[in-house]
């Protein structure tokens, strides 16, 4: 694997995060107008940050399998931001449940908060579940793919942690199917610092889980799919675990 870029990093972070404000300014006219807008605002923002991943950072950005374009839960590996874009990028119509600070951020809070993302308070994961499903219930959940953790946090390659029954819960009160995605992008945009690593960041959307299955199956499932998956992505890059 190549040598991680410090230099390289800070560049690639300040020049998506100004390009936010910027494609904010150019949508919100449609934003407001509109949810499509807010869509549309978020996917080209994705675009720029695949973009300039390749240009300044060296990163190639890959989604292999098939993305869901109807209504579906997908549960992905949580690495890095970069897993977050390219997993939104690839969907018609994503939404997260998400911390409540990051409401206040300056243009991503405002159109997380319009495409439908459910915001929830540091710690009160369960909180926000039980919010989603009783808008789930009571047909106020906008139609699209809601986009969870099961682990519930960023992960370093190769660091488990267990997944939760919060998703197993969603899974049975949505009735749909969930698609499990893998990634590998921990090893080119860590969760935390700059140092940014050339190489080709993957994720990959697998076959999909079908609806209706028990919780621990499906759960057992989900965990069968998406760790050997993610194994398999960060060995073709050239990782290998410790221990």
Not at 30 to 42: E, M, N, Q
Not at 215 to 243: C, H, K, N, T, Y
Request: hydrophobic residues 45%.
């Amino acid at each position: 694997m190549a040598p991680p870029s410090r230099l390289r990093g800070l560049l690639f972070l300040l020049l998506i995060y100004a390009a936010m404000p910027v494609v904010g300014l150019l949508y919100t006219p449609w934003a407001i107008w509109s949810r499509d807008g807010a869509v549309a605002a978020c996917h080209a923002w994705c675009r720029v940050v695949r973009r300039v991943a390749r240009v300044v950072a060296g990163i190639e950005t890959e989604v292999r399998g098939t993305p869901p374009t109807g209504e579906a839960l997908v549960a992905g590996k949580h690495q890095s931001f970069l897993d977050i874009i390219l997993i939104y990028g690839a969907v018609p119509r994503g939404k997260f449940i998400m911390k409540r600070e990051l409401v206040w951020a300056p243009v991503l809070g405002q159109f997380a908060l319009r495409i439908g993302c459910v915001p929830v308070d540091r710690g009160r994961r369960g909180q926000a579940i039980r919010k989603m499903l009783a808008d789930v219930a009571s047909g106020q959940a906008d139609p699209g793919q809601l986009i969870i953790y099961p682990q519930g946090t960023r992960l370093a390659p190769g660091a488990k942690a267990p997944y939760k029954s919060g998703t197993a819960a969603l899974y049975q009160e949505l009735g749909q199917p969930c698609v499990p995605v893998a990634c590998n992008v921990g090893l080119f945009w860590p969760r935390n610092g700059i140092a940014i690593r050339p190489g080709r960041a993957v994720v990959e959307f697998l076959p999909p889980i079908p609806a209706g299955l028990p919780s621990p199956e499906f759960l057992q499932r989900l965990e069968a799919e998406i760790e050997p998956s993610s194994d398999r992505l960060m060995a073709e890059a050239g990782f290998v675990a410790r221990g």
